[in-house]
């Protein structure tokens, strides 16, 4: 007997609920999906978005890197370690022979030193509380139109001192000139550096301290004091003191030799000092 055509009609409309059941299981219909296209269109508009992002916060960094045209210092690296506003740093290079100096009990002042790249004379400021480094000028050299030296050569072996929050150099050896006696002060406030007197200083061995590195220097009342002592150098044991504020030095002990094979001690440390800077300079050839 065939069945009746109530019966079909019935049969067909159940397996075409079904299938509406089945492409709508879920409660989302298959026909309202997005297809291929729509999701490759939204996955390169999520990438535009990350581009563009990425630009303007490189546009931004930029923006907020300090002008070099004052001469005074130059920043490289927007940081969150920043501790003084216009100027940037994260970590001085790998470097010794540098001199670190303390101003009071929450920051100390480095200047100088040795690195793989040559001599240095960037000074950067360490905050003892944070943990955080500041680079307060990027070194480098006067420019050739200055009037004036704006910062002291390069150096290792320099004697350092802080005298009422500035940091003031003596001396130090440079490849290029050798052992020096010139006599810099650099503003921490200001991120400048003036020379207190023309290298040699144009004046006798009793009123000015002969070329030397490896020096020492102290001040007794480093917050409000005018003075500082300088010491030795180059096996030399003369006591000299110089007073910010006339600008002059005082011999206060003149060197006396201790020994008579004085000079040939010199001599030596001076031959291994000059292999120490060469074997750094053939690394540093070895490196570029």
Same mark, same amino acid.
């Given at each position: 007997?065939?069945?009746?055509s109530?019966?079909a009609?019935s049969?067909s409309s159940?397996?075409v609920?079904r299938?509406?059941?089945?492409?709508?299981?879920g409660?989302?219909s298959?026909s309202?999906?997005?297809?291929g296209?729509?999701?490759v269109a939204?996955?390169?508009l999520g990438n535009?978005?990350?581009l563009l992002?990425?630009?303007?916060l490189?546009?931004s960094?930029?923006?907020t890197t300090?002008?070099?045209?004052s001469?005074?210092?130059v920043?490289?690296?927007?940081s969150?370690?920043?501790?003084?506003a216009g100027?940037?740093?994260?970590?001085?290079?790998?470097?010794?022979g540098q001199?670190?100096t303390?101003v009071?009990s929450t920051a100390?002042?480095?200047?100088g030193?040795?690195a793989?790249s040559?001599?240095?004379n960037?000074v950067?400021?360490?905050?003892?509380?944070?943990?955080?480094?500041?680079?307060?000028h990027?070194?480098? +050299?006067t420019? *050739?139109d200055a009037s004036a030296?704006?910062v002291?050569?390069?150096?290792?072996?320099? @004697?350092a &001192?802080v005298l009422?929050?500035?940091l003031?150099i003596?001396g130090?050896?440079d490849?290029?000139?050798?052992?020096m006696n010139?006599?810099?002060?650099?503003d921490?406030s200001?991120?400048?550096?003036?020379q207190?007197?023309?290298?040699g200083?144009?004046?006798?061995?009793t009123?000015?301290p002969?070329t030397?590195?490896g020096?020492s220097a102290?001040?007794?009342?480093p917050?409000?004091g005018?003075s500082?002592?300088?010491?030795?150098?180059n096996l030399?044991?003369d006591v000299?003191?110089?007073?910010?504020?006339?600008?002059?030095w005082?011999l206060?002990?003149n060197?006396?030799a201790?020994? +008579?094979d004085? *000079?040939?001690?010199f001599?030596?440390f001076s031959?291994?000092a000059a292999?120490t800077? @060469?074997? &750094?300079s053939?690394?540093?050839?070895l490196?570029a």
């Open positions: 007997m065939r069945p009746s109530r019966t009609s049969s159940s397996r609920l299938a509406d059941a089945a492409r709508t299981r409660g989302v298959r309202s999906r997005p297809d296209g729509v999701r939204g996955l390169a535009l978005s990350l992002l990425a630009l303007l490189a546009l960094a930029l923006a300090a002008d070099a045209t001469g005074t210092y920043d490289v690296t927007v969150y370690t920043s501790q003084v100027r940037f740093g994260y970590q001085p290079t790998q470097r010794s001199s670190m303390r009071d100390s002042v480095m200047f030193g040795l793989a040559g001599v240095l960037d950067w400021e360490y905050n003892h509380s944070t943990g955080f480094w500041t680079r307060l990027a070194g480098g +050299s420019p *050739a030296p704006t002291p050569p390069p150096r290792v072996g320099h @004697a &001192v009422q929050g500035d003031w003596f130090g050896y490849p290029d000139a050798g052992d010139d006599l810099w002060k650099f921490r200001e991120g400048t550096w003036s207190a007197a023309p290298l200083g144009g004046a006798s061995a009123t000015w002969a030397r590195s020096a102290t001040a007794s009342d917050t409000s005018t500082f002592v300088l010491f030795g150098g030399k044991n000299w003191s110089y007073d910010v504020s006339t600008g002059a005082s206060l002990m060197e006396v201790s020994t +008579s004085a *000079a040939a001690a001599a030596r031959a291994a292999a800077l @060469a074997a &750094v053939c690394a540093a050839l490196v």
